[in-house]
Each structure stands twice: as structure tokens, then as C-alpha cells.
């Protein structure tokens, strides 16, 4: 697995934070040889345990230590059984931390402290994505949206009429990143290899747990009307598109359909387009 994960290129008005920042993920404990399987991920039942909290901030593994916890070492150990990393324990510190980035094998990771060679305890935790897709959006229909900080105020409405966003939010107890946004199906402009990852200027966006984030286009997918395109009529166009975004961690990607319909004019640049969820 690899861990010197690339430095993620993006804009911060990329990231819309919902919930907190930070997310707990419950373990089950062994402190005295005895399972703690309380679920409340604060890593002991009565608070005294040497491992307080396992959790996931943004990309980051956080291991909260009791104040008078007598460990050294910290190992944290992948689903596949090799050690991922192992961090000293300054005295008198009570917190120690694994940057996992978007690159790495979800699953069930093992935290183990130790005193010496002698383990004191360990949790079990889940790190494991799950991306969904909410919304998709267009500037005519969400002008309240950062389209100028994203596309820039040099860009024209024409522009930004042509492009969208896809919102989508992880559920999940670990990061991930979308490296691939593509629309398919019934939009006038439908691209099914945009350039690059299909999102403007950045070639993937991180999605901590918890976090609900706006993903930007960059393939004018409901631009100008192309051959295989559905346009815009006085009567109205009606059809159906589907959302896909690829994800880093698992290579997995989500879909979701929409029902879009085309109404109020021949031209696109000045259609009332209506989407609703499929």
C-alpha cells in the first residue's frame, strides 16, 4: 500500500463541511484481556483505558491516550496484516496520529500500544468510504453557487451556463477522493472521456467522513447540443442522465440517474432545464 500520498490540488471553495469535522469510529478493546465491544468509539467503556478515542479527522488517524497511560509505542496494523506505521510516545503526550491520505486499503485496521515489547491494548476500527452522489446542479438554476471563484470572473454566464455540479457526500468511516466526474445519457453534451478527470482544474477532490463536498465540471455537459445531445424545444425535451464519479480508495464508481427536462425555447442558452431525482 502506498502512503506518500500526492499533494491534492484544489480550491477551497471546493469543500462544503457538514456534520463534524471530526468522526469517531467505534473499536472493540482488549485492555485487560477482556473484549469491550461498547461501540461508543471512545476506546473504554469507563474512560479509563490506556486508548481513550480512535478516530478519523479529514485524512488523519487520531489516537487519543489516557493522561496516565504507560506506552511508548503506538502500531498501527493494515487489514492485510503488515504494519502500516508505528509511532513513538513522548512522555507525558496523549496523542499520536497516522496520516492514511486517499491511497490506502480500506477495511479493518488493528491499533496497537505497546510498553516495550509487551502490548498494553488494542482496537479494531473500520476504516471504510462510502461516496454517495445528493444533487446535481446547473449556474441558470443555482446562481447562489461559487462560480466565479471556481470558474473565474472572466468566464461568461454562456460559459457557466454550460457547465455543472454534482454534490456528493461520504457516509463512510475513511477519506477517499473523486478522481473522475462524467455525465452520460440524455444532456446535449454528453462525453463519456472528458479531458482530464472531467472536473475544472483539479485532477481529483478529497471528501473527508462526513463531509459533503461540490464537485465542479469541466466538459460542458449541458452546453451546446451535440450529435448524440438532447436540445431544447418550445414544448419541452424530456429524458434521463446519469451522474458517475470514480473514486480513489476501492477504484469504485457511483452512479446515479436523474430525470432532466428541456423546455422554453430551440436554443440551450436559454432553456429552462429541470432536473429532479430519478
Known amino acids: 500500500m502506498t502512503r506518500n500520498n500526492p499533494h491534492i490540488s484544489r480550491r477551497n471553495v471546493l469543500r462544503t463541511a457538514t456534520g463534524a469535522a471530526l468522526v469517531s469510529v467505534a473499536g472493540c478493546l482488549n485492555t485487560d484481556g477482556d473484549s469491550d465491544t461498547s461501540g461508543d468509539g471512545t476506546g473504554s467503556p ?19 491516550l489516557s493522561p496516565n497511560a504507560d506506552v511508548d509505542q503506538v502500531n498501527l496494523i493494515q487489514p492485510n496484516g503488515e ?47 462510502e461516496v454517495q452522489i445528493q444533487d446535481v446542479g446547473l449556474y441558470r438554476n443555482n446562481p ?42 440524455d444532456v ?4 463519456e472521456d472528458p479531458r482530464g478527470s472531467g472536473m475544472f482544474e483539479t485532477e481529483q477532490v478529497a471528501v473527508a467522513p462526513g463531509e459533503t463536498v461540490d464537485l465542479f465540471s469541466n466538459s460542458f455537459p449541458f452546453g451546446s447540443e451535440s450529435e448524440k445531445g438532447m436540445g431544447c ?31 422554453g425555447s430551440d436554443k440551450m442558452s436559454d432553456c429552462e432545464v429541470t432536473i429532479t431525482g430519478a
Not at 462560480?147 to 472572466?154: A, I, K, M, P, S
Request: avoid cysteine.
Open 233 to 263: 424545444s418550445p414544448e419541452g425535451n424530456s429524458g434521463q442522465f446519469t451522474a458517475h464519479v470514480e473514486t480513489r480508495v476501492g477504484g469504485n464508481v457511483v452512479t446515479k440517474e436523474f430525470d432532466v427536462e428541456y423546455s
Open 46 to 64: 469507563d474512560g479509563q483505558g490506556p486508548l481513550q478515542q480512535v478516530a478519523v479527522e479529514a485524512t488523519t488517524l487520531v489516537v487519543e
Open 83 to 129: 504494519l502500516f506505521g508505528t509511532r513513538d510516545v513522548a512522555a507525558g503526550a496523549q496523542q499520536v496520529s497516522f496520516e492514511i491520505g486517499t491511497a490506502y486499503e480500506p477495511g479493518e485496521y488493528r491499533v496497537i500500544a505497546l510498553k516495550g515489547e509487551e502490548t498494553v491494548t488494542e482496537s479494531t476500527t473500520d476504516i471504510v468510504p
Open 144 to 185: 447562489d453557487k461559487p462560480w466565479d471563484e471556481v470558474y473565474g470572473d472572466t468566464e461568461t454566464d454562456r460559459l457557466k451556463n454550460g457547465e455543472a455540479f454534482v454534490t456528493v457526500t461520504n457516509t463512510g468511516t475513511g477519506p477517499n477522493s473523486i478522481v473522475e466526474l462524467v455525465f452520460s445519457g
Open 188 to 191: 446535449p453534451n454528453p462525453i
